[in-house]
């Protein structure tokens, strides 16, 4: 079974906003509202492809309940602890000239509701898949992902890691099955200047040394690489197509090496999956289906 752990869910308001002027009223030509997260995209993603999934994490209050009713209806699976107090935040996605983020801050996560997520985390099982991905909120401990990671050691769960710098390199000693920085990230954790796929490979090798199983390294429009635990070091450009939506790109791709790792068990087939699935995502409203996926693959086919 695949489960995935956002902390700190959302509602997605995506605006365009033709010309914005700071300090002026400003009129959308266009919104949507979609739920977000980074495991809660990763779920949706999945099930777009077909893999069943559950996404774990905490909400809150009329925020939290159309998230969940969201969800359900595009069939994926939650499993949220409920906080009586506050509310699911609301992230705004505004795209002009720039596109602008303002994230909200979400509810306070006590320690009884830790308590609960650690009970539900202890129902999983060996052979099970979970992903761990995005920001710890203020009130819960800042080494989050440690404790959990820790919790699970030894329980042959596979643990997948999209997490930014210190909070990525603190839980290598765990091994987990797969990490995905971007090559920002990289530059950031090894005061680097990684700019092409090529310089990538050495910066790679050091994460596997630190436990990383498999590095897989986004970098937007230049493609991915990929250095397997095997040994494999695979690179690509991104497949071509116009950039319509960033957010949720890079989930995209941590869903998409799962699924394609799971229906063939190769790291090729993963990592060539992963990158149209991203790409997918960028190249439109929503987050990837399945169709979109294999139409993007069809160009490495040629």
């Known amino acids: 079974m695949i489960y995935t752990l956002t ?7 995506i605006v365009r906003v033709k010309n914005f002027e700071a300090g002026k009223l400003n009129r959308v030509s266009y919104e949507k509202i979609l739920p977000g997260g980074k495991g809660v995209n990763v779920s949706t993603v999945l099930g777009n492809l077909g893999h069943p999934n559950t996404a774990l994490g905490f909400t809150a209050g009329f925020t939290g309940e159309a998230l969940k009713a969201m969800l359900k209806e595009k069939k994926v699976v939650s499993d949220f602890i409920d906080i009586p107090e506050g509310m699911t935040r609301i992230n705004v996605k505004m795209k002009s000239q720039q596109e602008t983020e303002i994230n909200g801050q979400g509810p306070a996560i006590s320690d009884e509701h830790l308590q609960t997520l650690y009970r539900r985390l202890d129902e999983l099982e060996s052979g099970d898949y979970l992903v761990i991905s995005g920001s710890i909120p203020s009130s819960m401990p ?8 820790k919790r699970l050691q030894g329980r042959g769960i596979n643990i997948i890691v999209d997490a930014s710098q210190q909070l990525l390199v603190k839980v290598l000693k ?42 897989l390294v986004s970098m937007g429009g230049q493609g991915a690489v990929l250095l397997s635990e095997d040994g494999q070091f695979e690179q690509t450009e991104a497949p071509a197509g116009k950039l319509v939506n960033s957010v949720g790109a890079g989930d995209s791709m941590v869903a998409g090496f799962l699924a394609g790792y799971l229906e063939s068990g190769d790291y090729h087939s993963a990592f060539m999956m992963g990158v149209c699935c991203g790409s997918a995502s960028a190249f439109s409203e929503e987050l990837a289906s399945r169709a979109e996926v294999e139409e993007l693959l069809k160009q490495y086919e040629q």
């Open 7 to 13: 902390f700190n869910p959302s509602l997605d308001y």
């Open 142 to 149: 800042s080494d989050m992902y440690e404790i959990i990671m």
């Open 174 to 215: 765990y091994h987990p099955f797969l990490i995905k920085p971007n090559h920002h990230e990289l530059n950031e954790i090894f005061d680097a200047e990684v700019t092409r796929r090529e310089e990538v490979k050495p910066y790679a090798e050091k994460l596997q040394q630190m436990g990383a199983r498999n590095v």
